[in-house]
């Protein structure tokens, strides 16, 4: 008897704060009309994917003084956007993110319940630990946490989270003066918690929601975070990576969820990733060169670069060749609300610098046009469907979360065409088998576990599964 095929999981993201969008396109829309998340999501629900999923950042970019040219100003509230969505959806997962580090556990619990409870079962909450003092300048407390506390004041935020969560026990009456049913249990919602970070008591106020907890993302790709990640999360929002290094990765984080006491089919590693079209290989090739052009402008691959070298850049010319002096790595960064500071800037510049070289002398634009292809899967309709399916039966990934380079209308193509060839490949559903995010994405019920697991002892040497 073979083996079942393993099943893709596909996550949708409303693009915003990134050079992925090709602003200038005619048919690109509006990133802060509810429409536009209206229509990307409804297409993505089309599309049977498990959830559409939406950044938010707490702080606008600035670079030199001035406001970073490739933010979106006056986004609306992530929770509220979602609310909204709940109501014009029906079974696709809705996942945010917000931030643990500048938020109190007691409101974050009490406002994803409610998206819990309002969607049906469809809430995720993508979990970010903020990097920089600049953010932190937009709250009471002023500064942000040292490195090392960020992590630790996270965790205990989601600890925190989930005694609410659970303090409410299955079957628990909520007041109904049409039922004449009321609460009157003295036990439910009682929460106490005292540590170095909270000294909080009170009661609960909100129900148990159909996923009793959402369903938790994280992207910190440190070792602390990679941690963090492999203990709390339901799934890993990460990089694209080359095929080895996908599926060494996607090893490293599932044995790390086992010495946590977790099985390693209860976390998902969905890499972002974009995608282009043709209906020849050809034609998508032509076509991706096209949308990375227009992605990368001159001062857009400046700017890029100057997150590297930490220097004003704007001397010299986009279409020549890397700086050939080092990056300034004492220097305070010279662009604020960056989410991924670069951890050494010196050897970031160094693998640059090889990388041009390697691929016969790029330009400073050519470069990091050739650094986002790596995050891009590009052909046929039945191509792009042949790779995915391949790296996910390879266990590089899980499944992906998707980025389109038009808003609102980015997915439209990818879900008349490339959804089709997943469903005839047979690793794709044909229509949704559960009503929550977590059936969506073949995860347990929250609190429960399917048992631990020892390490996959076929591994190769190198930790990259046979």
């Known amino acids: 008897m073979s083996t079942?095929?393993?099943?893709?999981?596909?996550?949708?993201?409303?693009?915003?704060?990134n050079n992925h969008t090709v602003w200038s396109h005619p048919d690109a829309g509006s990133h802060i009309d509810f429409a536009s998340f209206v229509h990307l999501?409804?297409?993505?629900?089309?599309?049977?994917?498990?959830?559409?999923?939406?950044?938010?950042?707490?702080?606008?970019?600035e670079k030199k003084g001035l406001i970073h040219d490739l933010d979106v100003v006056g986004r609306p509230d992530t929770l509220t956007v979602l609310a909204g969505l709940a109501a014009v959806t029906e079974k696709i997962g809705l996942i945010g993110t917000i931030n643990a580090v500048y938020n109190e556990p007691f409101e974050l619990a009490r406002q994803f319940a409610s998206l819990d409870q309002l969607s049906g079962g469809r809430a995720g909450w993508n979990v970010v630990v903020s990097s920089d003092a600049f953010t932190g300048e937009n709250f009471r407390r002023g500064g942000y946490l040292p490195y090392e506390e960020r992590y630790a004041r996270s965790s205990q935020v989601l600890d925190i989270a989930r005694e609410l969560w659970?303090?409410?026990?299955?079957?628990?009456?909520?007041?109904?003066?049409a039922s004449g049913q009321f609460l009157r249990d003295a036990d439910v919602g009682r929460f106490a918690y005292s540590s170095e970070y909270f000294d909080i008591e009170?009661?609960?106020?909100?129900?148990?929601?159909?996923?009793?907890?959402?369903?938790?993302?994280?992207?910190?790709?440190?070792?602390?975070?990679?941690?963090?990640g492999s203990q709390y999360a339901d799934g890993i929002f990460t990089l694209t990576r080359p095929l080895e290094q996908a599926q060494a990765f996607y090893r490293e984080i599932k044995d790390r969820a086992v010495r946590f006491g977790r099985h390693e089919d209860d976390i998902r590693i969905l890499p972002g990733a974009t995608f282009i079209l043709g209906d020849t290989h050809a034609e998508a090739v032509e076509h991706a060169e096209e949308?990375?052009?227009?992605?990368?402008s001159g001062p857009t691959a400046i700017q890029i670069l100057e997150q590297v070298w930490n220097r004003d850049l704007s001397a010299l010319d986009p279409d020549g060749p890397l700086p050939s002096f080092d990056p300034d790595d004492e220097a305070t960064t010279i662009q604020q609300g960056q989410a991924r500071p670069f951890q050494d800037r010196l050897e970031k510049a160094k693998e640059y610098r090889e990388r041009a070289e390697a691929k016969g002398g790029l330009s400073i634009r050519e470069l990091v046009i050739d650094l986002g292809a790596e995050m891009s899967f590009v052909g046929t309709p039945a191509e792009i469907?042949?790779?995915?399916d391949e790296r996910v039966q390879a266990r590089?990934?899980?499944?992906?979360?998707?980025?389109?380079?038009?808003?609102?209308?980015?997915?439209?193509e990818f879900v008349d065409k490339v959804v089709p060839e997943l469903q005839e490949r047979g690793v794709f559903r044909t229509a949704y088998e559960g009503t929550t995010l977590r059936d969506h994405l073949d995860l347990p019920p929250a609190g429960t576990r399917r048992g631990v697991v020892p390490a996959r002892a076929d591994a190769t040497p190198t930790g990259v599964a046979a």
């Open 166 to 177: 659970e303090s409410w026990p299955e079957g628990a009456v909520v007041a109904d003066a």
């Open 41 to 61: 999501t409804q297409t993505a629900e089309r599309g049977l994917f498990d959830f559409f999923f939406l950044a938010e950042g707490l702080r606008l970019r």
């Open 396 to 412: 590089a990934e899980d499944g992906y979360i998707l980025v389109p380079h038009i808003t609102p209308g980015g997915f439209d």
């Open 385 to 388: 469907a042949k790779t995915l």
């Open 4 to 17: 079942p095929k393993r099943q893709i999981h596909l996550g949708a993201h409303f693009p915003g704060v």
């Open 291 to 296: 949308v990375r052009r227009h992605q990368v």
């Open 202 to 228: 009170g009661r609960y106020s909100t129900p148990r929601s159909p996923q009793v907890e959402p369903v938790l993302l994280q992207a910190g790709d440190s070792p602390d975070g990679r941690d963090f």
